[in-house]
Nanobody
Framework: VQFVESGGGLVQAGGSLRLSCAASGFPFKEHDMAWYRQAPGSDRVFVAR????????EYHHSVEGRFTISRDNAKNMMYLQMNSLRPEDTAVYYC?????????WGQGTQVTVSS
């Protein structure tokens, strides 16, 4: 199982970024996927989740209405469109899959939002 995140960077408050996660090594289209983030000195926390078909999504209340999770099963890709970014969104963002008690993570991509 491998995830490669990309798309992070430095952006001003109010700006937008689109994160991508390239998945390989497993039948991507059969699995629910999620984005998590970890700010400096804090625990890794849930951001958004999408079911295998893309038909249902779930968000942390702090990003609801600003972030949109999506996936393209034909390309084994997951995305996170982030709008109206705030300084408190600054963190490393990770792809995540949970299966049978095992958490799989990517290496993360850094998002920094300046005020």
């Amino acid at each position: 199982v491998q995830f490669v995140e990309s798309g992070g960077g430095l952006v001003q408050a109010g700006g937008s970024l689109r994160l991508s996660c390239a998945a390989s090594g497993f039948p991507f289209k059969e699995h629910d996927m999620a984005w998590y983030r970890q700010a400096p000195g804090s625990d890794r926390v849930f951001v958004a989740r999408i079911v295998w078909s893309g038909s249902r999504t779930e968000y942390h209340h702090s990003v609801e209405g600003r972030f949109t999770i999506s996936r393209d099963n034909a390309k084994n890709m997951m995305y996170l469109q982030m709008n109206s970014l705030r300084p408190e969104d600054t963190a490393v963002y990770y792809c995540h899959r949970w299966l049978a008690g095992i958490d799989d993570w990517g290496q993360g991509t850094q998002v920094t939002v300046s005020s």
